[in-house]
T-cell receptor
């Protein structure tokens, strides 16, 4: 089955800096790659996703890139703000959705 | 996106009792719902896929007699933790795929077994 690895597990940046989170997947049949933001005790919220026929997608300060050949995809957050602090999960879907271990992002004011 | 409602949000029970968690898809008819479990500071682990009108599909290592899933309608799936023990304490969360494959989550249920 699909195996998703996510790095780093924790990330601390200064407000205004960029943050990058990277994920790799194992199943070449995976064709959908969402990213979720989860605040403490709350449900994961979909923030951006990308499908396998696209290499990059951007939504304001958030962007995702996908390299199907290398089987890795990344989340980029620019101009980070304290409210971006949360746990971020990547996921990959072949038959079902599998999640990475999560990255705890802290944005220091 | 799909609106998913989950109840209760928090439950505390005694060891040996059973707890039922409901997951409702409010604006989307879901033939399939998913149940995840999340331990503190850990990722979302798929427990089972709930199929409307048929048996759920369980992931390896998940006891089907322990975690009973019923998906009797296109808008409701229930997860019953039977004979709960302290090690079952966790955050349980359901999800639904919308028509465009996006996955939306319920608000989760924090289960604490004393």
């Amino acid at each position: 089955g699909e195996n998703v690895e996510q790095h780093p597990s924790t990330l601390s940046v200064q407000e205004g800096d960029s943050a990058v989170i990277k994920c790799t997947y194992s199943d070449s049949a995976s064709n959908y790659f969402p990213w979720y933001k989860q605040e403490l005790g709350k449900r994961p919220q979909l923030i951006i996703d990308i499908r396998s026929n696209v290499g990059e997608k951007k939504d304001q300060r958030i962007a995702v890139t996908l390299n199907k050949t290398a089987k890795h995809f990344s989340l980029h957050i620019t101009e980070t703000q304290p409210e971006d602090s949360a746990v971020y999960f990547c996921a990959a879907r072949a038959n079902d959705m599998r999640f990475g271990a999560g990255t705890r992002l802290t944005v220091k004011p | 996106g799909a609106v998913v409602s989950q109840h209760p949000s928090r439950v505390i029970c005694k060891s040996g009792t059973s707890v039922k968690i409901e997951c409702r898809s409010l604006d989307f008819q879901a033939t399939t719902m998913f149940w995840y479990r999340q331990f503190p500071k850990q990722s979302l682990m798929l427990m089972a896929t709930s199929n409307e009108g048929s048996k759920a599909t369980y992931e390896q290592g998940v006891e089907k007699d322990k975690f009973l899933i019923n998906h009797a309608s296109l808008t409701l799936s229930t997860l019953t933790v039977t004979s709960a023990h302290p090690e079952d304490s966790s955050f349980y969360i359901c999800s639904v795929h919308s028509h465009n494959e996006k996955l939306f989550f319920g608000s989760g249920t924090q289960l604490s077994v004393l």
